[in-house]
C-alpha cells in the first residue's frame, strides 16, 4: 500500500512563504509522477501542478506560475512545493497525489495524501 504523507502547511500572512512536502512511503518513489492539487472551501479540488518521473519535467496552473515551484528529491522520496508570494486566494487544503503520468487530471492519479491544510490572511 503506497502511503503520501504531507507536511507544512499552516497559518501565513500575505506576502509570505511555505514550503510544503510529501513523503511516499515506498522507495520506487522514482517511478512516479506526481502533482499537487487544491481545493478551496466550497470549490472542487483543483490542479496546481506536476512533475514527471525523472527528468523533472514541470507544469504549473496558470493561476500560480512564478510564484509556486515544484521540485523532488529521489533519494529522499520527498516532493516539495515552494509557495511564494502567498495570496488570500491561495488558502485551501493542499493534496499531493502519485500516478504513472504528469498531467493536470486528478483522475490520472492512483495515490493521494490526507492533504496539509494552508490559511493566507489579508
Known amino acids: 500500500q503506497v502511503q503520501l504523507v504531507e507536511s507544512g502547511g499552516g497559518l501565513v500572512q500575505a506576502g509570505g512563504s511555505l514550503r510544503l512536502s510529501c513523503t511516499l512511503s515506498r522507495p520506487t518513489f522514482s517511478n512516479y509522477a506526481m502533482g499537487w492539487f487544491r481545493q478551496a472551501p466550497g470549490k472542487e479540488r483543483g490542479f496546481v501542478t506536476t512533475?514527471?518521473?525523472?527528468?523533472?519535467?514541470?507544469y504549473y496552473a496558470d493561476s500560480v506560475k512564478g510564484r509556486f515551484t515544484i521540485s523532488r528529491d529521489n533519494a529522499k522520496n520527498t516532493l516539495y512545493l515552494q509557495i511564494d508570494s502567498l495570496k488570500p486566494e491561495d488558502t485551501a487544503v493542499y493534496y499531493c497525489?502519485?500516478?504513472?503520468?504528469?498531467?493536470?487530471?486528478?483522475?490520472?492519479?492512483?495515490?493521494w495524501g490526507q492533504g496539509t491544510q494552508v490559511t493566507v490572511s489579508s
Open positions: 497525489a502519485a500516478g504513472w503520468i504528469a498531467t493536470p487530471e486528478a483522475a490520472r492519479y492512483n495515490f
Open positions: 512533475i514527471s518521473m525523472s527528468f523533472g519535467s514541470a
